[in-house]
């Protein structure tokens, strides 16, 4: 009887090892009939913000196939949208940009609505395309802190500039500004979301980890055309692919920062400035080099990814004339937040508050250190948010056209 007892048991145990292993092995379980969501990102933002919402959609079964990162070329809003500027765009230009783009989506899923989500001056292109006559192919409506301010904005939009009269009756959920504007990509943001879409809250509260995943996405440049050396005043991200740049990806020591062992892949992009995909693991610190023709050598270090992405997307720097004398020039960036000291405790290069940031008033979302003597050495960012995230590079000379970036995910 003992022995008979313990086989059973023992196969019990075995069972739910084998159902515990197979949860993991597959994750969620994935919804083939998952309407479309289409993401819309702010002012001066790209697709890249959107990393961790998809994610967290994918973590609760929707397919990748179904949820698309919209990037507008030159994102930032003109100061007065009703003169041109050269760089900017203005409100009608975005409109017409998430027109095409839906349709895009429409077309190659087959569906008749989208779910569309808009983040600050994003929420507002998402509110002039369902006024402009597209409300039937809108089945749900997000939006995320419309209520920011951004650049050409005299004031900030209302709730009633969003309410359900505006909107033709697209259901609607408005998530207001917080302190931080990563407040509109958090899993509280996420979790009402998806709620108001689907009627039920999200099965996957954190993001589900991937053992082995493919990462991609684009190489972006600078000025009003990526491959034209920018004029004075023309510094600024565009949004637009970098023809030709080349890529090279390294595993780096989370401590030193230095590289371990030789790189892992290398590509030279099209004219789409595509690249991926590369099959990354769990658990390591990369470095990516992009270089291109009028571009320095961009050294972008990253924490450890937690799943595949089509939007890692790397902007190529250009080195302003006003640095060329630094030894080393090296930028800590948070993608989907700013560096606001009476929010998150951040560091750069043992400094806290980082250079340019200030207690009270607008913060940035980058912060820069020059050094201005010879060093090679590690240098650190740190943010503290729900979790320590820390990111460890190498300072690199700028004497000889090398930037470096420790971009934060969080």
């Known amino acids: 009887m003992k022995n008979k007892l313990l086989a059973l048991l023992q196969t019990a145990l075995a069972a739910i090892f084998i159902v515990s292993v ?40 929707w397919p990748r196939s179904r949820l698309f990162a919209l990037q507008q070329a030159y994102p930032q809003a003109r100061d007065d949208d009703n003169k041109a500027q050269p760089g900017r765009s203005s409100n009608a230009e975005q409109l017409a940009f998430v027109k095409t783009e839906v349709a895009k989506v429409l077309a190659s899923t087959g569906a008749k609505q989208v779910v569309l989500i808009g983040r600050g001056r994003g929420a507002l292109a998402v509110r002039n395309y369902i006024q402009s006559g597209a409300e039937a192919t809108v089945s749900h409506v ?19 500039d969003f309410d359900p009269a505006v909107l033709k009756g697209v259901p609607s959920l408005l998530l207001p ?18 709620q108001f879409i689907t009627g039920k809250p999200p099965a996957q509260g954190s993001i589900w980890p991937q053992p082995n995943f493919g990462l991609g996405g684009v190489i972006t440049g600078m000025g009003l055309k990526s491959e034209v050396r ?24 989370p401590d030193t920062g230095l590289r371990v062992g030789e790189g892992l892949y290398r590509q030279v992009v099209g004219a789409d400035g595509r690249w991926g995909p590369f099959q990354a693991q769990q658990g390591v610190f990369y470095e990516f080099v992009v270089r291109a023709s009028g571009y320095a050598a961009t050294h972008i270090y990253r924490s450890p990814f937690v799943r595949g992405s089509d939007v890692i997307n790397l902007k190529a720097s250009r ?20 560096l606001d000291p009476t929010v998150h405790h951040s560091v750069l290069d043992g400094r806290s508050p980082p250079p340019g940031t200030q207690v009270g008033g607008v913060n940035p979302s980058t912060s820069r250190v020059t050094l201005n003597k010879l060093q090679h050495r590690a240098i650190v960012a740190e943010l503290h948010s729900d979790a320590l995230e820390r990111v460890v590079g190498r300072t690199w000379p700028a004497k000889e056209n090398h930037v470096v970036r420790l971009e934060m995910s969080q």
């Open 22 to 61: 197979s949860a993991c092995a597959f994750g969620p379980r994935v919804q083939e009939q998952a309407p479309p969501v289409v993401m819309v990102h702010g002012d001066g933002e790209s697709a890249a913000v959107w990393q961790d919402v998809m994610w967290r959609f994918e973590s609760n079964g």
């Open 142 to 160: 997000v939006f995320a802190q419309p209520d920011a301010m951004w650049t050409g904005v005299s004031k900030a939009l209302v709730i009633k």
């Open 177 to 194: 500004l917080v302190d931080q504007r990563d407040g509109a990509f958090s899993a509280a943001m996420f979790a009402a979301s998806y």
């Open 230 to 253: 920018a004029s004075p005043g023309m510094h600024f991200y565009n949004n637009l692919p970098v023809p030709g740049a080349r890529l090279e990806i390294f595993a780096v020591h």
């Open 319 to 338: 080195i302003a004339d006003a640095d060329l004398p630094a030894f080393t020039i090296v930028e800590m960036e948070r993608l989907r937040g700013t």
